[in-house]
């Protein structure tokens, strides 16, 4: 029993407050969430898991561990044009986490939900040795329109928003395999790494303004997730090295720094931008939206039918000589 | 890459085919699940984490640890009087998990799938030591209609579902607590244990029937989960020991076993029947529904405001002496 009264304190001091008292929550005293829908709307839901030492080092502190899940999370919905609406979470914990840590859990959990308009509605905790965190995120979006990895047609442009890299950047410094000496540029990669921005106006503005039909985001690596919008498509993919965008703080370490090259930075993982196509006619659109949400959104390619129904990615120097994909993506 | 590959098989040879194609689930191709509702239903959700030696056993075996874990969860949605939709699952992995065990795993949900009505539409699959398993559950009920544990009133009549304590014997079975020499009562228990039988049938009529407003699954164990509903209905609780409905196999074993009282079968937890509250004058209903649904539903005494605004559970033996609940379930 004490354990059980240890849980409903944890829940009634860290988590109902998450709730915004909003009625799909029920409060958090039942076993369900409730959740209604508008006529022509649908719920667009997803799950991710992250594991202790494998997404996470308890060194990261709650704040930033439950800021990542929650925006990494987002970015699903993003990728769907979705617009947010509420989350479960699944929490374990065990004797080594400090009340500390779960009030800065909480704290992280919050600014994202200010800064997305979303709310907690339920979810459930355990206790285990090493561990792990769940989120279920739901938004909507309107029923008759589709943005999706499997929507794209010869001939569109692929186009990135932000800046490639930077994530993986950010990770290599906390690991110390690159030094990164100027404070300013390595809180810029932390930042980016820890802290990733889930493009969700552009996904929305995308699919409310029928500007793209096709999207997702760049959590494996930019060569990885084009690739499973080249498979889903059925189409094969001409990007060009040199139009791939990187952040003026990429670019300095990239020259003063022989070891990491421009590839490495679109076969990492974790930028959290997203890939969308957009027909050629359309384009104009995307310029507009660059001015609107003060997003650079960079065409890299296009994509094309595949004679040998491969479904690839060739990539292109400079001098369009093609560049052999060694690596696509980022392993946990 | 080699990793990433691995849960893309995975995903196709798995849990592909426990989509049954359905639109909900978009091939598991994209990272986001899409449910659309009819105009008058709303989405009741649930999410529940399994934890590998907390909640269950490797040695389980695969197709047990699913089905109790689906179960289980489809059980939070009989107390909502639901209508099991889709789900999501969160899958866990590491080096000793063999293709067998997940295999086993994926039969083990295909069964409750096809007893339900369910389809998988996506999750997530991760890597970590310890193993653990997550489900989000989705089910429909009547936008109107509201069954949930702080709805019941002063008079209203408390029944309990099938039997309690059937899965806390099954337990002690396998813990060697008990020695069940009869093999068929065994098997009894360890099926009540393993492969609980979530009363959806029972919760929806409840709901569309106006049976009741006011139910809750047994998972922590009958008095904890009735006291759930006091609290939240800000009632007391008079109940008659000798009323709560046991098997005839409890009964035996109670019988032999001078070790385990039946005040120890409702304080134990994981019997997943449904407590529920009926105003005096609709018990003639109960009656009705015990014949249809060939389930006892038993009447085991009634809700009464609280003068002391403690919400708590008397307990009364057959000559009607006060008997003390000194503890009220299961901890995990």
Chains 1, 2 share one sequence.
Request: glycine content about 6%; some cysteine.
């Amino acid at each position: 029993m004490s354990k059980k009264l240890e849980e409903f304190n944890l829940i009634e001091k860290f988590f109902q407050p998450l709730t915004n008292s909003c009625e799909a929550a029920q409060n958090l005293s039942d076993d369900v969430a409730k959740i209604s829908l508008k006529k022509d709307e649908q719920l667009i839901i997803s799950k991710d898991l992250m594991v202790q030492d494998s997404h996470f080092l308890m060194s990261d502190g709650g704040f930033t561990i439950a800021s990542k899940l929650l925006r990494s999370n987002l970015s699903d919905l993003a990728s769907a044009g979705a617009t947010p609406l509420h989350y479960l979470l699944g929490f374990s914990k065990n004797s080594k986490i400090s009340e500390k840590f779960i009030s800065e859990f909480a704290a992280g959990l919050k600014s994202v939900q200010d800064e997305f308009g979303l709310s907690l509605i339920g979810g459930d905790t355990v206790s285990s040795k090493q561990l792990f965190f769940s989120i279920t995120i739901f938004g909507v979006a309107k029923k008759s329109k589709n943005l999706a990895r499997g929507n794209a047609k010869d001939g569109d442009l692929i186009f990135v928003s932000g800046s490639i890299g930077d994530a993986y950047l950010g990770l290599q410094a906390l690991n110390n395999k690159v030094e990164i000496a100027d404070k300013k540029s390595l809180k810029y990669f932390l930042d980016r790494h820890f802290f990733p921005t889930p493009r969700i106006n552009l996904g929305q503005r995308l699919l409310t303004k029928n500007i793209s039909k096709c999207a997702i985001d760049v959590s494996d690596g930019l060569f990885a997730d084009l690739k499973h919008i080249c498979e889903s498509s059925k189409l094969s993919a001409e990007i060009y090295q040199n139009k791939i965008p990187l952040s003026v703080e990429a670019r300095k370490i990239l020259q003063k720094n022989s070891k990491i090259s421009a590839f490495d930075l679109s076969s990492a993982g974790d930028d959290y931008e997203l890939i969308f196509t957009v027909e050629k006619k359309k384009s104009k659109e995307v310029e507009a939206l660059v001015r609107e949400l003060k997003l650079d959104l960079t065409c890299i390619g296009e994509l094309k039918n595949s004679a040998n129904k491969k479904f690839e990615i060739s990539l292109f120097d400079e001098k369009n000589k093609k560049i052999k994909i060694k690596k696509y993506g980022y392993e946990h």
